[in-house]
């Protein structure tokens, strides 16, 4: 069973930047296809974007595009979400997620990691 594990949270002030990490186990890591969202409470659940297995091909989505970048290091076995600019709409519970397929749902979601920005 895949589980994946976030880190990285924390209190920043607006204009700083964080990086979260992300590892898995129960699975080759240079296998899994990877992601983020954030969870807002009252809001839907955000999709920030992806990373294919190798990290050849990534996707944001396009209003954090410019500020959020995703990569993966498969030989330290850990994927990252490195925000820039941060502004106080960025507070939320960023969660890493899994898939064992190259394409559809994520099956595997974190606990979540949490980030607060203060303005």
């Known amino acids: 069973q895949v589980r994946v594990v976030e880190s990285g949270g924390g209190l920043v002030q607006a204009g700083d930047s964080l990086t979260l990490s992300c590892t898995a186990s129960g699975h080759p890591f240079e296998a899994l296809r990877m992601g983020w969202y954030r969870r807002i409470p009252g809001q839907e659940d955000k999709f920030i974007g992806s990373?294919?297995?190798?990290?050849?091909?990534?996707f944001v989505t396009e209003s954090l595009r410019g500020r959020f970048t995703i990569s993966r290091d498969n030989a330290k076995g850990t994927m990252f979400l490195q925000m820039n600019e941060l502004v106080s709409e960025d507070t939320a519970v960023y969660l890493c997620v899994a898939s064992e397929s190259a394409w559809g749902p994520f099956t595997t979601w974190g606990q979540g990691t949490r980030v607060t920005v203060s303005s």
């Open positions: 990373i294919n297995s190798s990290g050849a091909n990534t």
